[in-house]
């Protein structure tokens, strides 16, 4: 589906993306990516951990209270005001405790382990095993690691494979992409979960998800 999403789009624009319009996979994808390689390393048993998306905190707050406990993590830094933490679901109930003390409050989420943090080391080896077969080609158009917010290097099975158990830094990893020149953000995949959080890093920018194809293509088409 995501696929042909992209295929329409590219066709109908009758171009490739550069730096004025660039093809986002949603975390739907992604996050479906991860389960899956999880499931198979875990042979399909549930993993020990949980995630939580904490709200009305800063990074820095949301990394201390993190700290104060040995096995949650901060690793999904998505926008002002909403973080995503993993950690072993035992400690979970403390941790939100102590998020509505300071201030904010822990959603949980409906997630089958704790994903981007050491919990998933053993998943990351795996995927790397299966990328040291993998011949990479050089990129046509910059494409942006989320393990470090810059356009991949020539380690790109590195940063794959470790990114799966560390922080996704995407609040970052979108305003280097606004301060490289872009200036449109579609969201390919379902919901409008990234557009939303774009619009938080950058009121400024245009944001679009694959629902409204059609009004996508009437705006950046003459670009």
Same mark, same amino acid.
């Given at each position: 589906?995501?696929?042909?999403?992209?295929?329409?789009?590219?066709a109908?624009?009758?171009?490739?993306?550069?730096?004025r319009?660039?093809?986002?996979?949603?975390?739907? !994808?992604?996050?479906?990516?991860?389960?899956? /390689?999880?499931?198979?390393i875990?042979?399909?048993?549930? /993993?020990?951990?949980a995630?939580?998306?904490?709200?009305?905190?800063?990074?820095?707050?949301?990394?201390a209270?993190?700290?104060?406990?040995?096995?949650?993590?901060?690793?999904?830094?998505?926008?002002?005001?909403?973080?995503?933490?993993?950690? /072993?679901?035992?400690?979970?109930?403390?941790?939100?405790?102590?998020?509505?003390?300071?201030g904010?409050?822990? /959603?949980?989420?409906?997630?089958?382990?704790?994903?981007?943090?050491?919990?998933?080391?053993?998943?990351?080896?795996a995927?790397?095993?299966?990328?040291? @077969?993998? @011949?990479?080609?050089?990129?046509?158009?910059?494409?942006?690691?989320?393990?470090?917010a @810059?356009?991949?290097?020539?380690?790109?099975?590195?940063?794959?494979?470790?990114?799966?158990?560390?922080?996704? @830094?995407?609040?970052?990893l %979108?305003?280097?992409?606004? !301060?490289?020149? %872009?200036?449109?953000?579609?969201?390919?995949?379902?919901?409008?979960?990234?557009?939303?959080?774009?619009?938080?890093?950058?009121a400024?920018?245009?944001?679009?998800? %694959?629902?409204?194809?059609?009004?996508?293509?009437?705006?950046?088409?003459?670009?």
């Amino acid at each position: 589906m995501i696929d042909k999403a992209i295929a329409k789009l590219n066709a109908e624009m009758q171009k490739e993306p550069d730096n004025r319009y660039l093809e986002i996979l949603g975390h739907y !994808a992604i996050d479906r990516c991860d389960q899956a /390689l999880a499931g198979k390393i875990t042979g399909g048993k549930t /993993l020990k951990g949980a995630m939580a998306a904490v709200v009305k905190l800063t990074p820095e707050q949301v990394t201390a209270l993190c700290a104060s406990f040995d096995q949650v993590y901060p690793v999904n830094f998505n926008c002002p005001g909403q973080i995503s933490v993993s950690g /072993l679901s035992s400690q979970m109930p403390a941790f939100s405790a102590a998020v509505k003390e300071a201030g904010g409050r822990a /959603l949980p989420l409906k997630v089958k382990g704790a994903f981007h943090s050491p919990f998933m080391e053993e998943a990351a080896k795996a995927f790397g095993d299966v990328l040291d @077969q993998v @011949q990479f080609q050089p990129a046509t158009i910059p494409l942006y690691s989320d393990r470090t917010a @810059q356009p991949y290097t020539q380690d790109a099975a590195g940063l794959l494979s470790s990114q799966i158990c560390n922080p996704v @830094q995407w609040e970052t990893l %979108v305003r280097n992409l606004i !301060a490289s020149g %872009v200036d449109t953000f579609i969201e390919i995949g379902p919901g409008k979960t990234l557009t939303n959080m774009i619009r938080k890093i950058d009121a400024g920018v245009k944001t679009y998800c %694959v629902a409204e194809l059609p009004v996508v293509l009437e705006e950046v088409a003459p670009c």
